[in-house]
């Protein structure tokens, strides 16, 4: 998956919003020169064990809402497993910012379906969403096309999610 879609975008510096301990990161960060990939979330003690694993990484405390990075920071902008626990109301404004920040390419890998969908998590209501990110994105953000498209299963480390990887028109 990450050969792959690396091969396609080749970018020089890459952005994670949601990056935890970096566990996507691991597969991004080898090779790339020190502050140019960068992981952000909201989890300080993530973030500390992030820089432990990953010291090459720039691990940045921040809200997806607000990004502290300016317009077209990234060759690449990405989520994996992070806009299903957007709030439906701050969820286009969370698209909204990893497109500013990058330069050419947004990908994101998240749970679908058809019709926004509403799943239990962890015993919580309101935290978990599934929908059609990628219909979602084209429609929020216009100056984005879908470059590729696939699924990735537990197989190749994940749960089932689909993938979107779309660039800057």
Same mark, same amino acid.
């Given at each position: 998956?990450?050969?792959?879609?690396?091969?396609?975008?080749?970018?020089?510096?890459?952005?994670?919003?949601?990056?935890?301990?970096?566990?996507?990161?691991?597969?991004?960060?080898?090779? /790339?020169?020190? %502050?140019?990939?960068? %992981?952000?979330?909201?989890?300080? $003690?993530?973030?500390?064990?992030?820089?432990?694993?990953?010291?090459?990484?720039?691990?940045?405390?921040?809200?997806?809402?607000?990004?502290?990075?300016?317009?077209?920071?990234?060759?690449?902008?990405?989520?994996?497993?992070?806009?299903?626990?957007?709030?439906?109301?701050?969820?286009?404004?969370?698209?909204?910012?990893?497109? /500013?920040?990058?330069? /050419?390419?947004?990908?994101?890998?998240?749970?679908?379906?058809?019709?926004?969908?509403?799943?239990?998590?962890?015993?919580?209501?309101?935290?978990?969403? $599934?929908?059609?990110?990628? %219909?979602?994105?084209?429609?929020?953000?216009?100056?984005?096309?879908?470059?590729?498209?696939?699924?990735?299963?537990?197989?190749? %480390?994940?749960?089932?999610?689909?993938?979107?990887?779309?660039? $800057?028109?």
């Amino acid at each position: 998956f990450w050969g792959r879609l690396l091969a396609t975008a080749a970018p020089q510096a890459v952005l994670e919003v949601g990056c935890n301990i970096g566990e996507n990161l691991r597969w991004v960060a080898p090779g /790339r020169p020190q %502050g140019a990939v960068t %992981g952000i979330d909201i989890n300080q $003690k993530a973030l500390v064990e992030l820089r432990r694993r990953l010291p090459n990484v720039a691990g940045v405390r921040a809200s997806a809402r607000q990004l502290p990075f300016g317009d077209g920071t990234f060759d690449l902008t990405y989520t994996v497993g992070v806009l299903i626990h957007q709030s439906p109301e701050s969820l286009t404004d969370v698209m909204r910012e990893l497109v /500013r920040c990058s330069r /050419r390419f947004v990908l994101c890998a998240e749970y679908f379906a058809e019709q926004p969908t509403e799943i239990p998590y962890r015993g919580q209501t309101g935290a978990l969403f $599934k929908r059609d990110f990628g %219909g979602l994105y084209q429609q929020t953000c216009p100056e984005l096309v879908l470059r590729e498209r696939g699924w990735v299963g537990v197989d190749d %480390g994940f749960d089932d999610c689909t993938w979107w990887l779309f660039e $800057k028109a």
